[in-house]
Structure formats: structure tokens, C-alpha cells
């Protein structure tokens, strides 16, 4: 009947467009091309010189997506023809993410693109908008652990890398009292800022300094430590060192002393009482009569009464 006629040339008609709709499509997409979506959603975060570019993940169920990541720096764009150099842990890798932090070299706007694949079906690149530039990265004051070693105040700070200084403020807490500032270049060694009083608090904060970008992060919150009971080891030193010059001048004088007393004990000095002493010249004692000598005599016995009271 003419109305089924028409129909089957309508449904024939509508094959013929399909096929040649088909046919175009595949003339029009070269072998390696396919129609795989391109990741969207490009951007980079960075925080103290460490540059993270992530994107959203291309969904195809059951299969394995991966992805290459390129960038183009300044000399790349200028003198090398805007020439597009893989990224050096990126291509490829499969998660959405790229650490392109050893790829940033210098502090020129970078253009970064990334695309996915899967078996010989790739994507379109998506290229970041606008351009990285790492003096835009995020500094953020270091970890730091402050701590008493005797009467020293000791510093460790957090490694951030080689591109890092540290500018370490600290102050003994008291009203009026000085800033110190002090440049730490070593990380995550201890390091001495200075020997603290007893009894006394000390305060410190620090900020990070990186040359090549010319920026400062904020400072730390204030740490302080005190040094608690030390003054006592201080008053036993004191004493310590007045007793042993004590013992310096004691020592001496109890030795004289006893040397004197065991001199004068063992090997004493006797001296005769005057009554034993001969006064006259012994001619004169010759010369006496013998009518003189009981007198003499007599005389020479009661001068002993004094001796024996001394006895």
C-alpha cells in the first residue's frame, strides 16, 4: 500500500543519515584521537614552596585512567618555540594530582596542562588558567619545639627545605625588656640562642625567609619556658665556694696550732726560776768570811720559799 511504502522509505531515509552521520564522525577523528573528556578543573596549591596541581578525576567505569601532565616556563614560551616539557613524576600518573614542585624552577609565570588517557583513546589538553608564578605560594610560620637545657635556651625548628631561613625573635619576659633577633640557617638541629638567669622566662617566636621569592611568613605564636628551681644549685655553689675558702685559711691555722702544741707538749722549754739563778759574780762569793757563810746561807735557803709556791 502507498502509506507502508512511504513508511519504508522514511525508516531507509533515516538509516542512511545514521550511517552517514557515523561515517563522518569517523573520517573526522584522526587514529589515537578518541573522544575521552578531558580533565577539568585545573589549579595549584602551594604552600611553602611545596606546588600541588590537582584537577577533577575522568570517570569511565571499569577502566584505568591515566594522565600527562606538561608546563612551559618562560625560556620554553620566548626562545624554545613554546616547546612543552613533560613533567618530571607526572607523565604519566593515575591519580588526579601532580607534584610539580621540582618542575618550578624560577619565578616566571609557568603555563601547566594536563589530559587523560586510557589504552589508545586520549583526551584533549586542559591548560591551567591563568599561569602558576611560586612567589604566589603560601608561607606559613615553621614548627618549632623550644626547650631548657640547664640554664641554656635551645631552638629546634621544622625542615622546610633549602630555600628556607628562619629569623628567631626572643626576649627575656619582663616589662622593657630587648628583642633579640637571630638568623637560623640549620634545620631540625638544635640550636643555642642563649643562657638563660634563674628563675627567669624567656620568650621566642620565629618567621621563615625565602631569598628567592623576596617574602617573609607571619610569626609564630609566642613559646616561653622557665627555668624552675635552679636557684638552689646557685645558693650551694655559693656556699660551697665561701666554705672552701674557709678550709683554705683553717686548715693552715689548726695545723700551726697543733704543730706548737705537740712541739711545746713533747720538747717543752724550762726556765729557771730566779732563785736558781746566780746573781752575784762568784769572787764575791769566795770572798765571803766564815762568819758570813750561815748568814749567806741562811739568806740563799729562805729565797726557796717562793720556788716551792710556784711548784
Known sequence: CPSCLRGLQSAWSGVYHLAWLSACLTTSIPDGVAILPAPQNLSVQSTNMKHLLTWSPVMVPGEIIYYFVEYQGEYESLYMSHVWIPSSWCSPTKGPEC?????ITATVPYNLRVRATQGSETSAWSTLKPPFNRNSTILTP????VTKDGFHLVIKLEDLGSQFEFLVAYWRREPGAKEHVKVVRSRGIPVHLETMEPGAAYCVKVQTFVKAIGRHSPFSQAECVKV???TLPLALALFGFVGFMLILVVVPLSIWKMGRLLRHSCCPVVVLPDTLKIT????????CRREEVEACATAMLSSEEPFRTWI
Open 228 to 230: 624552675q628551681g635552679e
Open 142 to 145: 615553621p614548627g618549632m619545639d
Open 99 to 103: 607534584d610539580i614542585t621540582d618542575d
Open 280 to 287: 752575784n759574780s762568784p769572787q764575791k762569793l769566795i770572798s
